[in-house]
Protein backbone atom coordinates (compact mmCIF):
# COMPACT_ATOMS: atom_id res chain seq x y z
CA UNK A 1 0.00 0.00 0.00
CA UNK A 2 3.17 2.49 -0.53
CA UNK A 3 2.15 5.82 -0.73
CA UNK A 4 5.83 6.87 -1.55
CA UNK A 5 6.68 7.38 -5.05
CA UNK A 6 2.93 8.65 -5.80
CA UNK A 7 2.34 11.32 -7.25
CA UNK A 8 -0.92 13.02 -9.38
CA UNK A 9 -0.45 13.37 -12.82
CA UNK A 10 -1.55 16.26 -14.94
CA UNK A 11 -1.80 16.32 -18.86
CA UNK A 12 1.73 17.22 -18.75
CA UNK A 13 3.58 15.03 -16.03
CA UNK A 14 1.52 12.01 -17.42
CA UNK A 15 3.30 12.55 -20.86
CA UNK A 16 6.49 11.93 -19.48
CA UNK A 17 4.90 8.79 -17.73
CA UNK A 18 4.06 7.39 -20.53
CA UNK A 19 7.43 7.73 -22.20
CA UNK A 20 9.21 5.97 -19.33
CA UNK A 21 6.13 3.22 -19.22
CA UNK A 22 6.81 0.75 -22.55
CA UNK A 23 3.58 -1.35 -21.66
CA UNK A 24 1.92 2.25 -22.36
CA UNK A 25 3.90 3.64 -25.37
CA UNK A 26 3.69 0.82 -27.49
CA UNK A 27 -0.03 1.45 -27.45
CA UNK A 28 0.78 4.64 -29.38
CA UNK A 29 2.45 2.59 -31.98
CA UNK A 30 5.56 4.21 -30.08
CA UNK A 31 4.88 7.68 -31.84
CA UNK A 32 5.08 9.99 -28.70
CA UNK A 33 5.87 13.68 -30.66
CA UNK A 34 2.11 14.32 -31.69
CA UNK A 35 0.02 13.10 -28.55
CA UNK A 36 -3.53 14.42 -27.83
CA UNK A 37 -4.51 14.15 -24.41
CA UNK A 38 -8.15 15.01 -23.11
CA UNK A 39 -9.41 14.24 -19.19
CA UNK A 40 -13.12 13.42 -19.79
CA UNK A 41 -13.72 11.98 -16.22
CA UNK A 42 -17.28 13.25 -15.21
CA UNK A 43 -17.53 10.45 -12.44
CA UNK A 44 -17.34 11.38 -9.01
CA UNK A 45 -13.97 9.81 -8.11
CA UNK A 46 -11.41 9.62 -10.73
CA UNK A 47 -9.28 11.20 -13.55
CA UNK A 48 -9.87 9.46 -16.55
CA UNK A 49 -7.56 10.62 -19.78
CA UNK A 50 -8.27 9.78 -23.24
CA UNK A 51 -4.56 9.75 -24.70
CA UNK A 52 -4.13 9.10 -28.50
CA UNK A 53 -1.19 9.19 -31.32
CA UNK A 54 -1.66 9.00 -34.93
CA UNK A 55 -1.09 5.04 -34.59
CA UNK A 56 -2.91 3.95 -31.32
CA UNK A 57 -5.22 5.39 -28.23
CA UNK A 58 -5.93 4.35 -24.61
CA UNK A 59 -7.28 5.51 -21.35
CA UNK A 60 -5.38 6.02 -18.22
CA UNK A 61 -7.64 6.18 -15.43
CA UNK A 62 -6.34 7.90 -12.06
CA UNK A 63 -7.38 7.40 -8.24
CA UNK A 64 -6.06 10.40 -5.66
CA UNK A 65 -6.17 9.75 -2.46
CA UNK A 66 -10.15 11.42 -1.87
CA UNK A 67 -13.35 11.72 -3.60
CA UNK A 68 -12.57 13.87 -6.62
CA UNK A 69 -16.00 15.67 -6.17
CA UNK A 70 -15.91 16.68 -2.95
CA UNK A 71 -12.32 17.14 -2.29
CA UNK A 72 -9.33 16.65 -0.01
CA UNK A 73 -12.12 17.17 2.81
CA UNK A 74 -13.09 13.54 2.17
CA UNK A 75 -10.10 10.75 1.83
CA UNK A 76 -10.38 7.69 0.29
CA UNK A 77 -7.68 5.26 -0.09
CA UNK A 78 -6.52 5.13 -3.54
CA UNK A 79 -6.06 1.71 -3.28
CA UNK A 80 -9.42 1.13 -5.01
CA UNK A 81 -7.47 1.91 -8.48
CA UNK A 82 -5.41 -1.76 -7.30
CA UNK A 83 -8.98 -3.61 -6.79
CA UNK A 84 -10.56 -1.56 -10.23
CA UNK A 85 -7.53 -3.50 -12.25
CA UNK A 86 -7.93 -6.92 -10.46
CA UNK A 87 -11.98 -7.03 -11.27
CA UNK A 88 -11.32 -5.87 -14.62
CA UNK A 89 -8.73 -8.45 -15.18
CA UNK A 90 -10.87 -11.19 -13.43
CA UNK A 91 -14.00 -10.00 -15.17
CA UNK A 92 -12.38 -9.96 -18.40
CA UNK A 93 -11.19 -13.00 -18.16
CA UNK A 94 -15.10 -14.32 -17.61
CA UNK A 95 -16.66 -12.30 -19.91
CA UNK A 96 -14.12 -10.82 -22.42
CA UNK A 97 -16.28 -9.63 -24.65
CA UNK A 98 -17.86 -6.98 -22.42
CA UNK A 99 -15.18 -6.04 -20.07
CA UNK A 100 -12.47 -3.91 -21.13
CA UNK A 101 -8.28 -4.72 -21.94
CA UNK A 102 -5.54 -3.66 -19.17
CA UNK A 103 -2.89 -2.72 -20.46
CA UNK A 104 -0.91 -1.30 -17.71
CA UNK A 105 -1.32 -1.14 -13.82
CA UNK A 106 0.93 1.22 -11.49
CA UNK A 107 0.26 0.03 -7.53
CA UNK A 108 1.98 2.73 -6.42
CA UNK A 109 0.80 5.17 -8.46
CA UNK A 110 -3.24 4.12 -8.78
CA UNK A 111 -2.81 3.98 -12.23
CA UNK A 112 -4.41 1.95 -14.72
CA UNK A 113 -4.11 1.61 -18.30
CA UNK A 114 -6.53 0.39 -20.64
CA UNK A 115 -8.78 -0.04 -23.54
CA UNK A 116 -10.39 3.47 -24.95
CA UNK A 117 -14.15 2.74 -25.86
CA UNK A 118 -13.91 4.72 -29.30
CA UNK A 119 -17.05 6.83 -30.11
CA UNK A 120 -19.61 6.23 -30.75
CA UNK A 121 -19.68 4.81 -27.58
CA UNK A 122 -21.57 6.30 -24.95
CA UNK A 123 -22.84 6.03 -21.25
CA UNK A 124 -25.93 4.02 -21.07
CA UNK A 125 -27.83 6.04 -18.64
CA UNK A 126 -26.91 8.90 -21.53
CA UNK A 127 -28.54 7.03 -24.18
CA UNK A 128 -31.33 6.12 -22.00
CA UNK A 129 -32.06 9.53 -21.08
CA UNK A 130 -32.15 10.35 -25.05
CA UNK A 131 -34.51 7.80 -25.58
CA UNK A 132 -32.22 5.49 -27.93
CA UNK A 133 -33.15 1.59 -27.97
CA UNK A 134 -30.85 -1.00 -27.20
CA UNK A 135 -32.41 -4.16 -28.79
CA UNK A 136 -29.32 -5.91 -27.38
CA UNK A 137 -28.52 -4.92 -23.96
CA UNK A 138 -30.64 -7.04 -22.23
CA UNK A 139 -28.69 -10.52 -23.72
CA UNK A 140 -25.34 -8.51 -23.07
CA UNK A 141 -25.74 -7.79 -19.77
CA UNK A 142 -27.50 -10.40 -18.53
CA UNK A 143 -24.22 -12.82 -20.05
CA UNK A 144 -21.80 -10.01 -18.31
CA UNK A 145 -23.85 -10.81 -14.47
CA UNK A 146 -24.41 -14.19 -14.76
CA UNK A 147 -20.48 -15.08 -15.95
CA UNK A 148 -18.91 -12.80 -13.46
CA UNK A 149 -20.98 -13.22 -10.57
CA UNK A 150 -21.62 -17.48 -11.22
CA UNK A 151 -17.87 -18.38 -11.96
CA UNK A 152 -16.86 -16.59 -8.98
CA UNK A 153 -18.65 -17.86 -6.22
CA UNK A 154 -18.96 -20.95 -4.85
CA UNK A 155 -21.20 -23.29 -6.43
CA UNK A 156 -18.42 -23.02 -9.26
CA UNK A 157 -15.15 -22.69 -7.31
CA UNK A 158 -13.64 -24.78 -4.25
CA UNK A 159 -13.59 -23.52 -0.57
CA UNK A 160 -9.90 -22.43 -0.63
CA UNK A 161 -10.02 -20.50 -3.59
CA UNK A 162 -13.36 -18.32 -2.68
CA UNK A 163 -11.73 -18.22 0.98
CA UNK A 164 -9.03 -16.58 -0.69
CA UNK A 165 -10.67 -14.11 -2.62
CA UNK A 166 -13.11 -12.89 -0.14
CA UNK A 167 -9.77 -12.36 2.32
CA UNK A 168 -8.22 -10.46 -0.72
CA UNK A 169 -11.10 -8.00 -1.11
CA UNK A 170 -11.83 -7.34 2.39
CA UNK A 171 -8.91 -4.82 1.50
CA UNK A 172 -11.42 -2.87 -0.01
CA UNK A 173 -13.40 -2.24 2.76
CA UNK A 174 -13.60 1.44 2.69
CA UNK A 175 -15.34 1.32 -0.62
CA UNK A 176 -17.69 -1.18 0.29
CA UNK A 177 -18.14 1.03 3.58
CA UNK A 178 -18.96 3.71 1.73
CA UNK A 179 -21.82 1.43 -0.50
CA UNK A 180 -23.43 0.60 2.63
CA UNK A 181 -23.70 4.31 4.29
CA UNK A 182 -24.79 5.71 1.04
CA UNK A 183 -26.89 2.92 0.12
CA UNK A 184 -28.14 1.21 3.29
CA UNK A 185 -27.98 3.31 5.66
CA UNK A 186 -27.93 7.76 4.60
CA UNK A 187 -31.66 6.85 2.65
CA UNK A 188 -32.93 5.92 6.33
CA UNK A 189 -31.94 8.52 8.42
CA UNK A 190 -31.12 11.90 8.69
CA UNK A 191 -28.12 12.76 6.86
CA UNK A 192 -25.51 15.62 5.59
CA UNK A 193 -24.96 14.20 2.53
CA UNK A 194 -28.57 13.24 0.86
CA UNK A 195 -30.33 15.47 -1.33
CA UNK A 196 -33.94 15.12 -2.90
CA UNK A 197 -36.03 17.55 -4.78
CA UNK A 198 -37.28 20.11 -1.56
CA UNK A 199 -39.85 21.15 -0.73
CA UNK A 200 -41.86 18.46 -3.22
CA UNK A 201 -40.28 15.31 -1.82
CA UNK A 202 -40.00 15.98 2.09
CA UNK A 203 -42.71 14.62 3.25
CA UNK A 204 -41.86 11.54 1.38
CA UNK A 205 -37.86 11.84 2.34
CA UNK A 206 -39.40 11.77 6.11
CA UNK A 207 -41.81 9.04 5.89
CA UNK A 208 -38.71 6.85 4.70
CA UNK A 209 -37.09 7.95 7.60
CA UNK A 210 -40.03 6.46 9.79
CA UNK A 211 -40.89 3.23 7.76
CA UNK A 212 -39.79 0.73 9.84
CA UNK A 213 -41.05 -2.05 8.41
CA UNK A 214 -39.20 -0.75 5.25
CA UNK A 215 -35.90 -0.48 7.27
CA UNK A 216 -36.36 -4.13 8.44
CA UNK A 217 -36.49 -5.44 5.07
CA UNK A 218 -33.28 -3.47 4.42
CA UNK A 219 -30.95 -4.75 7.05
CA UNK A 220 -32.33 -8.34 5.45
CA UNK A 221 -31.26 -7.36 1.93
CA UNK A 222 -27.51 -6.37 3.61
CA UNK A 223 -26.25 -9.75 2.94
CA UNK A 224 -23.67 -12.33 2.86
CA UNK A 225 -20.43 -12.23 0.43
CA UNK A 226 -21.87 -14.64 -2.59
CA UNK A 227 -19.50 -13.37 -5.60
CA UNK A 228 -16.92 -10.97 -6.53
CA UNK A 229 -19.29 -8.18 -7.49
CA UNK A 230 -18.91 -5.04 -9.57
CA UNK A 231 -20.40 -2.58 -6.70
CA UNK A 232 -21.21 0.50 -8.58
CA UNK A 233 -22.85 -1.40 -11.46
CA UNK A 234 -25.89 1.69 -12.60
CA UNK A 235 -26.29 2.72 -16.00
CA UNK A 236 -23.53 5.13 -15.60
CA UNK A 237 -21.02 2.38 -15.09
CA UNK A 238 -21.85 0.16 -18.71
CA UNK A 239 -21.08 2.17 -22.26
CA UNK A 240 -22.89 1.09 -25.36
CA UNK A 241 -23.40 1.06 -28.96
CA UNK A 242 -25.96 -0.12 -30.73
CA UNK A 243 -24.27 -3.32 -30.94
CA UNK A 244 -21.59 -3.30 -28.19
CA UNK A 245 -22.24 -3.65 -24.27
CA UNK A 246 -18.93 -2.51 -22.42
CA UNK A 247 -18.96 -2.33 -18.61
CA UNK A 248 -16.55 0.21 -16.96
CA UNK A 249 -15.86 0.85 -13.46
CA UNK A 250 -15.67 -1.71 -11.11
CA UNK A 251 -13.22 -0.05 -8.39
CA UNK A 252 -16.20 -0.46 -5.53
CA UNK A 253 -15.81 -4.66 -6.32
CA UNK A 254 -16.04 -6.64 -3.43
CA UNK A 255 -17.29 -10.24 -2.36
CA UNK A 256 -20.89 -9.07 -1.88
CA UNK A 257 -24.60 -10.90 -2.31
CA UNK A 258 -25.00 -11.12 -6.24
CA UNK A 259 -28.58 -9.66 -5.93
CA UNK A 260 -26.47 -6.10 -5.43
CA UNK A 261 -25.65 -5.70 -8.88
CA UNK A 262 -28.59 -7.63 -10.46
CA UNK A 263 -30.87 -4.81 -8.31
CA UNK A 264 -28.44 -1.78 -9.22
CA UNK A 265 -29.18 -2.63 -12.95
CA UNK A 266 -32.71 -3.54 -13.07
CA UNK A 267 -33.17 -0.53 -10.32
CA UNK A 268 -31.32 1.68 -12.68
CA UNK A 269 -33.51 0.97 -15.77
CA UNK A 270 -36.78 1.34 -13.57
CA UNK A 271 -35.80 4.62 -12.31
CA UNK A 272 -35.00 5.16 -16.33
CA UNK A 273 -38.34 4.59 -16.93
CA UNK A 274 -39.78 6.42 -14.22
CA UNK A 275 -37.98 9.60 -15.40
CA UNK A 276 -39.47 9.10 -19.37
CA UNK A 277 -42.18 10.70 -18.45
CA UNK A 278 -40.32 13.94 -17.50
CA UNK A 279 -38.35 13.30 -20.67
CA UNK A 280 -41.62 13.17 -22.88
CA UNK A 281 -42.25 16.08 -24.91
CA UNK A 282 -44.26 17.14 -28.25
CA UNK A 283 -42.67 15.18 -30.63
CA UNK A 284 -42.08 11.73 -28.54
CA UNK A 285 -44.23 10.99 -25.92
CA UNK A 286 -41.65 7.92 -25.00
CA UNK A 287 -44.85 5.89 -24.42
CA UNK A 288 -43.28 3.07 -26.16
CA UNK A 289 -39.62 3.13 -24.96
CA UNK A 290 -40.09 0.09 -22.36
CA UNK A 291 -36.95 -2.17 -21.58
CA UNK A 292 -36.54 -4.74 -19.56
CA UNK A 293 -34.14 -7.51 -18.95
CA UNK A 294 -35.21 -11.26 -18.02
CA UNK A 295 -33.55 -11.40 -14.30
CA UNK A 296 -34.62 -11.97 -10.87
CA UNK A 297 -33.85 -10.50 -7.69
CA UNK A 298 -35.50 -7.06 -7.58
CA UNK A 299 -33.76 -5.15 -4.85
CA UNK A 300 -33.61 -1.66 -3.53
CA UNK A 301 -34.19 1.17 -5.44
CA UNK A 302 -32.65 4.33 -3.56
CA UNK A 303 -33.35 7.71 -3.01
CA UNK A 304 -30.40 8.08 -5.11
CA UNK A 305 -29.27 11.77 -7.04
CA UNK A 306 -29.45 10.55 -10.97
CA UNK A 307 -29.13 12.23 -13.93
CA UNK A 308 -32.18 10.40 -14.71
CA UNK A 309 -33.95 12.45 -12.93
CA UNK A 310 -31.58 15.70 -12.46
CA UNK A 311 -31.77 16.91 -15.92
CA UNK A 312 -35.71 16.92 -15.87
CA UNK A 313 -36.26 21.07 -15.62
CA UNK A 314 -39.48 21.22 -14.24
CA UNK A 315 -39.08 20.61 -10.88
CA UNK A 316 -42.66 19.64 -9.92
CA UNK A 317 -43.04 17.38 -12.78
CA UNK A 318 -39.52 15.99 -11.55
CA UNK A 319 -40.88 15.38 -8.19
CA UNK A 320 -43.71 13.68 -9.58
CA UNK A 321 -41.32 11.48 -11.09
CA UNK A 322 -39.22 10.79 -8.60
CA UNK A 323 -42.01 10.22 -5.94
CA UNK A 324 -43.55 7.27 -8.25
CA UNK A 325 -39.97 5.86 -8.30
CA UNK A 326 -40.03 6.27 -4.59
CA UNK A 327 -43.13 4.55 -4.14
CA UNK A 328 -42.37 1.83 -6.37
CA UNK A 329 -39.03 0.74 -5.13
CA UNK A 330 -40.51 1.34 -1.11
CA UNK A 331 -43.04 -1.37 -2.38
CA UNK A 332 -40.56 -3.57 -4.39
CA UNK A 333 -38.81 -4.28 -1.39
CA UNK A 334 -41.37 -4.79 1.52
CA UNK A 335 -43.43 -7.29 -1.15
CA UNK A 336 -40.47 -8.46 -2.95
CA UNK A 337 -41.19 -12.10 -1.93
CA UNK A 338 -44.01 -12.01 -3.57
CA UNK A 339 -42.52 -11.43 -7.02
CA UNK A 340 -41.53 -14.60 -8.71
CA UNK A 341 -39.57 -13.02 -11.75
CA UNK A 342 -38.95 -10.04 -13.82
CA UNK A 343 -41.98 -10.17 -15.49
CA UNK A 344 -44.31 -9.69 -12.50
CA UNK A 345 -42.46 -6.75 -12.00
CA UNK A 346 -42.73 -5.00 -15.04
CA UNK A 347 -46.39 -5.68 -14.56
CA UNK A 348 -46.25 -4.25 -11.30
CA UNK A 349 -44.57 -0.91 -12.95
CA UNK A 350 -47.50 -1.20 -15.65
CA UNK A 351 -49.90 -1.25 -12.93
CA UNK A 352 -48.56 1.46 -10.94
CA UNK A 353 -47.97 3.90 -14.20
P1 LIG B 1 -15.23 7.22 -11.95
O1 LIG B 1 -14.70 6.04 -11.21
O2 LIG B 1 -14.62 8.50 -11.51
O3 LIG B 1 -16.73 7.25 -11.97
P2 LIG B 1 -15.31 6.13 -14.65
O4 LIG B 1 -14.44 4.91 -14.82
O5 LIG B 1 -16.77 5.91 -14.51
O6 LIG B 1 -14.73 7.04 -13.47
O7 LIG B 1 -15.00 7.07 -15.90
C1 LIG B 1 -15.54 8.39 -15.99
C2 LIG B 1 -15.96 8.68 -17.43
O8 LIG B 1 -14.84 8.55 -18.31
C3 LIG B 1 -17.00 7.70 -17.96
O9 LIG B 1 -18.29 8.14 -17.65
C4 LIG B 1 -16.72 7.73 -19.46
O10 LIG B 1 -17.38 8.83 -20.06
C5 LIG B 1 -15.22 7.96 -19.54
N1 LIG B 1 -14.49 6.67 -19.67
C6 LIG B 1 -14.03 5.90 -18.66
N2 LIG B 1 -13.39 4.81 -19.14
C7 LIG B 1 -13.45 4.89 -20.49
C8 LIG B 1 -12.95 4.07 -21.57
N3 LIG B 1 -12.26 2.96 -21.33
N4 LIG B 1 -13.18 4.48 -22.84
C9 LIG B 1 -13.86 5.63 -23.07
N5 LIG B 1 -14.35 6.44 -22.12
C10 LIG B 1 -14.15 6.09 -20.83
MG1 LIG C 1 -18.03 5.87 -12.80
MG1 LIG D 1 -18.99 8.05 -14.50
MG1 LIG E 1 -16.01 4.76 -10.14
Not at 32 to 51: A, P, T
Not at 150 to 158: A, E
Not at 173 to 194: G, N, W
Amino acid sequence: MASEGFRPLDEKSLVEYIKATPSLSSKLGNELDDLQIKEVGDGNLNFVYIVSSPSGSFVAKQALPYIRCIGESWPMTKERAYFEAVTLKEHGRLCPGHVLEVYHFDRVMSLIGMHYLEPPHIILRKGLIAGIEYPLLAERISEYMARTLFFTSLPHRTTMEHKRAVAEFCGNVELCRLTEQVVFSDPYKVSPHKRWTSPYLDHDVEAVREDNALKLEVAELKSMAQALIHGDLHTGSVMVTSDSTQVIDPEFAFYGPMGFDIGAFVGNLILAFFAQDGHADQENDRKGYRFFIPTKEPRIVEVAHVEDFESITDTGNRADCERRALDFAKMLMKERRKFQGIAEVVSAIHELH
